[in-house]
């Protein structure tokens, strides 16, 4: 029920007002009734309401007066209006104060209950706009080290280059940096197959290690673990303080070496950490590497001939075009479209062509994986052809701007299947494969988006996080499997994906209450009974 208070300055009509109009069955509770605006402003100060009936003439305070006060302190009641006079002018000061509605003496009952239903309805629709807003917050809280991890993987692999963007986004995402200080990235790798990592690498819970060892800030420098795959992991620094580069570089090589002793010396754990590059400000980093080479003496890709390196990190960009095309978003399209044109420009036309074409095939099987059969739906619109006959490097991108541009048009029309699709994909693949190494990044690679896209979408369909979801379907087989009898605790820990047992021990006893032994045991009691 919505709050109403009555004022009119007449008894009668008050009371009339107030017990003769079924408020009930509008939605409505009269909460309170007053004789003059006065009395109703120290109410509605202290009260929550919803809805204001007042009368437009009273003695100390009238309606008019008091619509005014609502509206100039911007206050939460909506304001109806009752009068005898239907002179404009009244009607007129009513909608300047924001009055939505004006009732005329007599009130006819079909008019209070049209104006009240359509109250009702502006109210419902602000209530449920309101929980939506807190919803959307309260995800975008929860997805932010994600989406923060995400802004430095498009940084990395050639996102937005403009100052203004920059800011923009660090703004949204909460990073308290300032663009125009020193940064700089860390390469960083465990030293040998550490039998104390094991449990930790290639998973989650490295991730989560590497955050706690590296992440966070420490005299003014602000570190932040960027996965770019499974094997490749980058920490973007930053500095609070106004210094030069060289003042940076010296006082970050001093952080990484007692972070790497703090490792050590609690955890017996060893990294290989480089700083690979230290840059005068945040944009200049974002120019950093932006050239592809076509060849030299280091590993290839055998189809591409660019150097794995530079083709590790074209991949991660046809990731992040994925997820621009799913959110529809042309703008970032373009600008992504044209740093990877920038990064080809050097590279032979022919062999343009060929990536180009190796970019929409990748795209192509992922879509179909989304239940979307991409050429059959894009008809004539993204071809091979088309791409194979473009005479300059110009052309090429124009071309593939276009297609994936329509690419985004079939995508939105097909997105809610789509998505629900790789969830669903998803989510059987856990249950069939809860035995083996799972990440988030090994599943959302599996569709070929970029991880941080996938746990949004995972989220959103599901209602819980990856790791949560999968923790929970690991306890609850390891359950049905310790209630057989036949597997010891071990053997359990292995066949649910867990190599180390004290890890499994650890995670068992924080989700049932008890120890594996002592959950098998009280099934073992219930049995008998």
Same mark, same amino acid.
């Given at each position: 029920?919505?709050?109403?208070?009555?004022?009119?300055?007449?008894?009668?009509?008050?009371?009339?007002?107030?017990?003769?109009?079924?408020?009930?069955?509008?939605?409505?509770?009269?909460?309170?009734?007053?004789?003059?605006?006065?009395e109703t402003i120290e109410y509605i100060e202290s009260h929550d309401?919803?809805?204001?009936?007042?009368?437009?003439?009273?003695?100390?305070?009238?309606?008019?007066?008091?619509?005014?006060?609502?509206?100039?302190?911007?206050?939460?009641?909506?304001?109806?209006?009752?009068?005898?006079?239907?002179?404009?002018?009244?009607?007129?000061?009513?909608?300047?104060?924001?009055?939505?509605?004006?009732?005329?003496?007599?009130?006819?009952?079909?008019?209070?209950?049209?104006?009240?239903?359509?109250?009702?309805?502006?109210?419902?629709?602000?209530?449920?706009?309101?929980?939506?807003?807190?919803?959307?917050?309260?995800?975008?809280?929860?997805?932010?080290?994600?989406?923060?991890?995400?802004?430095?993987?498009?940084?990395?692999?050639?996102?937005?280059?403009?100052?203004?963007?920059?800011?923009?986004?660090?703004?949204?995402?909460?990073?308290?940096?300032?663009?125009?200080?020193?940064?700089?990235?860390?390469?960083?790798?465990?030293?040998?197959?550490?039998?104390?990592?094991?449990?930790?690498?290639?998973?989650?819970?490295?991730?989560?290690?590497?955050?706690?060892?590296?992440?966070?800030?420490?005299?003014?420098?602000?570190?932040?673990?960027?996965?770019?795959?499974?094997?490749?992991?980058?920490?973007?620094?930053?500095?609070?303080?106004? $210094?030069?580069?060289?003042?940076?570089?010296?006082?970050?090589?001093?952080?990484?070496?007692?972070?790497?002793?703090?490792?050590?010396?609690?955890?017996?754990?060893?990294?290989?950490?480089?700083?690979?590059?230290?840059?005068k400000n945040l944009v200049e980093m974002t120019e950093y590497n932006?050239?592809?080479?076509?060849?030299?003496?280091? $590993?290839?890709?055998?189809?591409?001939?660019?150097?794995?390196?530079?083709?590790?990190?074209?991949?991660?960009?046809?990731?992040?075009?994925?997820?621009?095309?799913?959110?529809?978003?042309?703008?970032?399209?373009?600008?992504?479209?044209?740093?990877?044109?920038?990064?080809?420009?050097?590279?032979?036309?022919?062999?343009?062509?060929?990536?180009?074409?190796?970019?929409?095939?990748?795209?192509?099987?992922?879509?179909?994986?989304?239940?979307?059969?991409?050429?059959?739906?894009?008809?004539?619109?993204?071809?091979?052809?088309?791409?194979?006959?473009?005479?300059?490097?110009?052309?090429?991108?124009?071309?593939?701007?276009?297609?994936?541009?329509?690419?985004?048009?079939?995508?939105?029309?097909?997105?809610?299947?789509?998505?629900?699709?790789?969830?669903?994909?998803?989510?059987?693949?856990?249950?069939?494969?809860?035995?083996?190494?799972?990440?988030?990044?090994?599943?959302?690679?599996?569709?070929?988006?970029?991880?941080?896209?996938?746990?949004?979408?995972?989220?959103?369909?599901?209602?819980?996080?990856?790791?949560?979801?999968?923790? $929970?379907?690991?306890?609850?087989?390891?359950?049905?499997?310790?209630?057989?009898?036949?597997?010891?605790?071990?053997?359990?820990?292995?066949?649910?994906?867990?190599?180390?047992?004290?890890?499994?021990?650890?995670?068992?006893?924080?989700?049932?209450?008890?120890?594996?032994?002592?959950?098998?045991?009280?099934?073992?009691?219930?049995?008998?009974?």
């Amino acid at each position: 029920m919505y709050k109403l208070i009555v004022v009119d300055d007449e008894k009668a009509i008050r009371q009339g007002i107030c017990n003769y109009i079924d408020w009930g069955g509008l939605g409505f509770e009269v909460t309170a009734s007053f004789e003059d605006g006065k009395e109703t402003i120290e109410y509605i100060e202290s009260h929550d309401v919803d809805v204001v009936l007042t009368d437009i003439e009273m003695a100390q305070v009238s309606g008019l007066e008091l619509a005014k006060y609502i509206h100039d302190r911007q206050l939460p009641p909506k304001a109806v209006i009752i009068s005898g006079y239907k002179e404009f002018e009244y009607a007129r000061k009513a909608v300047e104060y924001g009055v939505e509605h004006y009732l005329l003496k007599p009130i006819k009952m079909e008019e209070v209950t049209e104006v009240f239903t359509k109250i009702r309805k502006d109210l419902d629709k602000k209530k449920e706009n309101g929980h939506r807003l807190i919803t959307e917050q309260r995800n975008f809280e929860e997805l932010l080290p994600e989406l923060r991890e995400q802004f430095w993987i498009s940084l990395l692999v050639g996102g937005p280059r403009a100052k203004e963007k920059l800011i923009k986004r660090k703004n949204l995402l909460k990073l308290d940096m300032d663009v125009e200080l020193p940064c700089g990235i860390l390469d960083i790798k465990p030293a040998g197959e550490d039998e104390e990592l094991l449990p930790y690498n290639r998973s989650e819970n490295y991730h989560n290690l590497i955050n706690n060892i590296f992440g966070g800030i420490s005299d003014e420098i602000q570190c932040y673990p960027t996965f770019l795959s499974a094997d490749i992991l980058k920490i973007i620094v930053t500095t609070c303080r106004n $210094e030069t580069a060289d003042m940076f570089g010296k006082r970050l090589k001093l952080q990484i070496d007692e972070k790497c002793q703090s490792a050590y010396s609690l955890l017996k754990l060893k990294f290989d950490i480089k700083i690979e590059k230290i840059f005068k400000n945040l944009v200049e980093m974002t120019e950093y590497n932006c050239r592809l080479s076509s060849r030299a003496e280091l $590993e290839q890709s055998p189809d591409t001939g660019l150097l794995s390196e530079d083709y590790e990190q074209l991949i991660q960009k046809y990731k992040l075009l994925m997820g621009i095309i799913n959110d529809g978003d042309f703008e970032e399209l373009d600008n992504m479209i044209d740093n990877i044109f920038l990064e080809f420009r050097n590279l032979p036309i022919d062999q343009v062509k060929q990536i180009s074409i190796d970019m929409f095939s990748m795209l192509s099987g992922k879509f179909v994986k989304m239940g979307i059969d991409f050429w059959k739906d894009m008809n004539k619109t993204v071809s091979y052809q088309q791409i194979m006959e473009a005479e300059n490097l110009r052309e090429l991108k124009i071309k593939c701007q276009n297609m994936l541009r329509a690419t985004i048009d079939i995508v939105r029309s097909k997105q809610n299947a789509g998505s629900r699709s790789i969830v669903e994909q998803s989510l059987l693949y856990i249950k069939n494969h809860i035995g083996e190494d799972l990440s988030l990044e090994g599943i959302a690679d599996r569709f070929f988006l970029n991880q941080t896209y996938f746990s949004r979408l995972f989220k959103q369909y599901t209602g819980t996080t990856f790791t949560d979801y999968l923790i $929970e379907q690991r306890m609850e087989k390891a359950k049905e499997l310790l209630s057989l009898g036949r597997f010891k605790v071990y053997e359990v820990s292995q066949m649910i994906g867990y190599r180390s047992e004290k890890y499994f021990f650890r995670i068992f006893k924080q989700y049932a209450g008890c120890s594996p032994a002592e959950y098998f045991r009280g099934r073992s009691l219930n049995d008998e009974r």
